[in-house]
C-alpha cells in the first residue's frame, strides 16, 4: 500500500495518518511486551472524521513468519457501531495484499459468564471484533505479568480469509 492510498468499504476508510491528525502517536498499550518488536504501520480509522487507529505489526515478538499482529484503538464515541469489526476487515485486506498469511489479534482473556463490557479497561472488546471479523479463538498466551491473553487467529491465504 503507498503512503497516500486509502482502503475503504463505503463506511470506514483506513489512510495512513497525518501530521495534523490527533493521535499521531498511540497510547501506549496494555499488552506492550508482546508488541514492542518489529515494525509498525499505524493507518488512521476514518468515518466521516478520524476515530482510531489500527496497527499492523508484521514481525512481533513470538510470531510466525508471514503473521501480522492487528490492534485496533477506538475513541469511546465511536465503539458500539461496528467501526472495529469493519477496520480489522481492511486491515486483514491490506495485509493479505502485503503478503502476509496469518492475522493475529491479542485480547484479554476471557472468563466464562463475565460482563467483558462493564469496565474491563482496555482491549475489553477485542475478543468480540476479532469473532466478529472472521477470527477462531487458537489458545491463550501468557504475559510475563501472568495476564492471560486469548489468541485469535485468521488465515488470510485465501480471497475469503
Avoid: N, Y
Avoid at 482510531?52 to 505489526?57: D, Q
Avoid at 514481525?59 to 467501526?83: N, W
Avoid at 482491549?123 to 468480540?128: Q, W
Wanted: contains cysteine; hydrophobic residues 40%.
Amino acid at each position: 500500500m503507498r503512503e497516500e492510498s486509502k482502503l475503504s468499504d463505503g463506511v470506514v476508510t483506513l489512510s495512513p495518518l497525518g501530521p495534523d491528525d490527533p493521535g499521531r502517536t498511540p497510547a501506549p498499550h496494555p499488552w506492550e511486551p508482546w508488541r514492542a518488536h518489529g515494525p509498525v504501520r499505524i493507518l488512521g480509522i476514518r468515518a466521516g472524521r478520524l476515530v482510531g487507529t489500527v496497527e499492523l505489526r508484521p514481525a512481533a515478538a513470538g510470531f510466525a513468519r508471514g503473521d501480522v499482529d492487528l490492534c485496533v484503538s477506538l475513541r469511546p464515541e465511536a465503539r458500539g457501531r461496528g467501526l472495529a469489526t469493519r477496520a480489522v476487515l481492511l486491515a486483514c485486506d491490506h495485509a493479505r495484499a502485503a503478503g502476509a498469511r496469518r492475522a493475529v489479534v491479542l485480547a484479554p482473556a476471557e472468563t466464562p459468564g463475565a460482563d467483558t463490557a462493564a469496565g474491563a479497561g482496555a482491549g475489553a472488546g477485542a475478543g468480540a471484533v476479532a469473532r466478529r471479523a472472521g477470527f477462531a479463538r487458537r489458545g491463550q498466551i501468557s504475559r510475563a505479568d501472568g495476564a492471560l491473553l486469548d489468541w485469535h487467529v485468521k488465515e488470510l491465504d485465501t480471497p475469503e480469509g
